[in-house]
């Protein structure tokens, strides 16, 4: 079974501190996805970034950065110098890589982030 | 954008009454989902597509039946709704092809009284 742990369910933090969004995950499939999905207080899903299995090389994205550990079933997020903008709701997300499961995806409950001015 | 359209985007319904979501692609993706939201659970997949008339169930399917008669739509019906339904539903697309990211619309808030 597939299964995404995000074990913060809130985090609270001052404008400009750097904040870490955790992400666990569990499957037993090799070929496998791995995303960060944001929603604002708007509603929408958007999405962040894709990494397969394959890739664990980190990204760094302006502020944003992903640390993907396969020994440890880890996908981690970065803010660094956090913003009131980034106040939202955070996913992240395991998804499948082949036959007709394509695409579907296992959800974490999400990480409420506040970002404090 | 994706160009992806839920309807309705709001709806007040009773329990027991049936409630048809229509997504709406115009990206000829081949693969579409169908997601549910609530608190403490993230997003939770009911139904997906996997191409014209090719569906199968997903984590939370009880209760709940699709339909895609064309590539551009994928109809999620309520046969009889509770309010258990009661949620945000969001729709989204992907397509292995085109390398493109799973994508997701704007989200439908059903109420079921």
């Known amino acids: 079974a597939q299964k995404v742990t995000q074990a913060q369910t809130e985090i609270s933090v001052v404008e400009k501190e750097d904040v870490t969004l955790d992400c666990v995950y569990e499957?037993?499939?090799?070929?496998?996805?791995l995303f960060w999905y944001k929603q604002p207080p708007s509603g929408e899903l958007v999405f962040l970034i894709r990494?397969?299995?394959?890739?664990?090389q980190n990204e760094i994205s302006g502020r944003y950065s992903w640390n993907f550990q396969k020994s440890t079933s880890s996908f981690n997020f970065t803010i660094t110098a956090s913003q009131v903008v980034d106040s939202a709701v955070y996913f992240c997300a395991l998804g499948f890589g082949g036959g007709t499961s394509y695409g579907k995806l296992t959800f974490g409950q999400g990480t409420i982030l506040t970002v404090h001015p | 954008d994706a160009g992806i359209t839920q309807s309705p985007r709001h709806k007040v319904t009773e329990t027991g009454t049936p409630v048809t979501l229509r997504c709406h692609q115009t990206?000829?993706?081949?693969?579409m989902y169908w997601y549910r939201q609530d608190p403490g659970h993230g997003l939770r997949l009911i139904h997906y597509s996997y191409g014209v008339k090719d569906t199968d169930k997903g984590e939370v399917s009880d209760g709940y039946s699709v339909s895609r008669s064309k590539t551009e739509d994928f109809l999620l019906t309520l046969e009889s709704a509770t309010s258990s339904q009661t949620s945000v539903y969001f729709c989204?697309?992907?397509?292995?092809?085109?390398?493109?990211?799973?994508?997701f619309g704007d989200g439908t808030r059903l109420s079921i009284l």
């Open positions: 989204a697309i992907s397509d292995r092809d085109s390398n493109q990211p799973q994508h």
């Open positions: 990494r397969n299995s394959f890739d664990e």
């Open positions: 990206e000829n993706h081949r693969y």
């Open positions: 499957t037993r499939d090799t070929t496998y996805y």
